[in-house]
T-cell receptor
Framework: AQSVTQLGSHVSVSEGALVLLRCNYSSSVPPYLFWYVQYPNQGLQLLLKYTSAATLVKGINGFEAEFKKSETSFHLTKPSAHMSDAAEYFCAVSDGFQKLVFGTGTRLLVSP | DAGVTQSPTHLIKTRGQQVTLRCSPKSGHDTVSWYQQALGQGPQFIFQYYEEEERQRGNFPDRFSGHQFPNYSSELNVNALLLGDSALYLC??????????????FGAGSRLTVL
């Protein structure tokens, strides 16, 4: 069965600093991996997805993630944080039939 | 182009009552999935509907049931509500045939509070 683990329930950065949100996955088959963002009182919005085409995936709002099979990781990064990036971020893995298994989420806090 | 719409946005029920939540998928999508997101947790898969049939089900009791209509819209029903059913219920739509790489489009959710 697929699963994901997000390290750190809260991450705090200063505006302009590097953002690094960690995600490790477990999958018995080549995984499809996703990062979603959730703003307060809103649903989930897709940031980016990995589908084996390229290991470095670029998403919206300047985010990107690198798939590392040897480390079973799919960490999310952004070179320079903006105040508007403050939100909850979820890593997810697909079972291959459009069912997503989500991590517990990481809340990103951005200070001025 | 309207995305996924859910109703109601908020509702309060008491233990033992029944609730129905509704979802209209994104235009062009034919598959609807429901997720439960408890406070401080990631979404948990409840079930998925395609061609008006339940195709997959997560680890939820039979108190949770659903339906998909010919226009692809869907309902989630929860009977005999428990305090632990308090959560944000998210509907997601997608297009079948895209496999695991397919992207789910989520609605804003229905927040259920059980007192």
């Amino acid at each position: 069965a697929q699963s994901v683990t997000q390290l750190g329930s809260h991450v705090s950065v200063s505006e302009g600093a590097l953002v690094l949100l960690r995600c490790n996955y477990s999958s018995s088959v080549p995984p499809y991996l996703f990062w979603y963002v959730q703003y307060p009182n809103q649903g989930l919005q897709l940031l980016l997805k990995y589908t084996s085409a390229a290991t470095l995936v670029k998403g919206i709002n300047g985010f990107e993630a690198e798939f590392k099979k040897s480390e079973t990781s799919f960490h999310l990064t952004k070179p320079s944080a903006h105040m508007s990036d403050a939100a909850e971020y979820f890593c997810a893995v697909s079972d291959g039939f459009q069912k997503l298994v989500f991590g517990t989420g990481t809340r990103l806090l951005v200070s001025p | 182009d309207a995305g996924v719409t859910q109703s109601p946005t908020h509702l309060i029920k008491t233990r033992g009552q029944q609730v129905t939540l509704r979802c209209s998928p994104k235009s062009g999508h034919d598959t609807v999935s429901w997720y439960q997101q408890a406070l401080g947790q990631g979404p948990q898969f409840i079930f998925q509907y395609y061609e008006e049939e339940e195709r997959q089900r997560g680890n939820f009791p039979d108190r949770f049931s659903g339906h998909q209509f010919p226009n692809y819209s869907s309902e989630l029903n929860v009977n005999a509500l428990l305090l632990g059913d308090s959560a944000l219920y998210l509907c997601a739509s997608s297009l079948q045939g895209q496999g695991g790489a397919n992207v789910l489009t989520f609605g804003a959710g229905s927040r259920l509070t059980v007192l």
